[in-house]
């Protein structure tokens, strides 16, 4: 588990609370118009070891393959991560997280100009991708694992995701079925320390000179929360938009859903769907998804009845 080093974070920015995110960020000729329908980040796990049991393990052809099927399948941006960030999974260097994404990156980008998110913590893993082609960067750690990543995006000028986390290797628990979660976390107010955390990482951002509308944030499903608290704050997400910033959910297949329905990751597509459909109602932008094309028919169905 990287460091967290919450004191690289500058002096706080204008409050975000009260901020209007901007109507729309143009990626790679796509026009994200936030509000107007639901778009579809595809997992593309060039991974050995992914929870889900889809890791590519570092094979150039496979990334291809599975972004080939994700595009195929309706998918709006395509999602490369070379580190898995279950609960318990081992730490990988840099240099291995790079020679497993950068090459499929730069494949993909070779096939597709579909947008490209790199999924990393790691200042010379986004660097690697965003040269290899990758046009975002996704942050499970919200800019606080790197003190140099936040001065990175700014630099690129590319967007960046910042996650809330809470991962501790300390609240691991393995259950049958289910899998690895998280036991014993304590939050004095689920939602709002989600949301002041949040802050942090969005004041890190800014200060480094991330614009504004650069800037999307993801409660963090999954991520240093127990199951119960994964359900009470996937019902309450919406209110992490009063931060006013493009919300990012991403529940697929996660082990919040294993413990409701007792079953494994690979038979999580119906919990899935419930979880997915709540987080477009509840007002997400983006949601981050395995089985892309069962997720597409979720979002344009419910964007169908919430977003008329």
């Known amino acids: 588990m990287p460091t967290v080093h919450p004191a690289h974070a500058p002096a706080p920015v204008a409050p975000t609370s009260t901020s209007v995110p901007a109507p729309s960020l143009v990626l ?24 889900s049991g889809d890791g590519t393990g570092g094979d150039v052809g496979r990334a291809v393959d599975a972004a080939s099927a994700a595009v195929a399948a309706g998918a709006d941006i395509l999602d490369v991560g070379g580190e898995s960030t279950r609960p318990g999974a081992a730490a990988v260097s840099a240099d291995e997280e790079i020679a497993r994404t950068a090459p499929a990156v730069a494949a993909i980008r070779a096939r597709f100009d579909v947008p490209i998110s790199i999924d ?74 989600v949301c002041r955390e949040l802050r942090a990482s969005i004041d890190i951002a800014r200060g480094a000179g991330v ?24 019902d309450r997400v919406g209110e992490v938009r009063s931060l006013g910033f493009p919300l990012l959910v991403g529940p697929s297949r996660k082990s919040f859903i294993g413990a409701v329905l007792d079953l494994p990751a ?19 932008d983006i949601v981050r998804v395995h089985d892309v094309a069962a997720m597409v028919r979720v979002a344009r169905m419910t964007d169908a009845i919430v977003r008329r």
């Open 266 to 284: 690979a038979q999580r597509l119906e919990g899935t769907a419930a979880a997915v459909a709540v987080a477009i109602a509840r007002g997400a």
């Open 120 to 193: 990393t913590s790691k200042a010379a893993v986004a660097a690697a991708a965003l040269d290899a082609g990758a046009d975002m960067v996704n942050d499970v750690w919200g800019l606080r694992a790197d003190p140099d990543l936040a001065g990175l995006v700014a630099a690129r000028g590319v967007p960046v995701v910042v996650m809330h986390n809470r991962l501790t290797p300390a609240n691991v628990e393995v259950a049958a079925r289910v899998g690895a979660h998280y036991a014993g976390v304590a939050y004095a107010d689920l939602v709002g320390d």
């Open 28 to 51: 790679r000729g796509l026009t994200l118009a936030w509000g107007r329908r639901t778009y579809v980040m595809a997992i593309v796990n060039a991974t050995p070891d992914s929870f």
């Open 211 to 234: 614009p504004a509308a650069h800037v999307i944030v993801d409660p963090g499903i999954g991520f240093g929360k127990t199951p119960a608290q994964n359900l009470a704050l996937l």
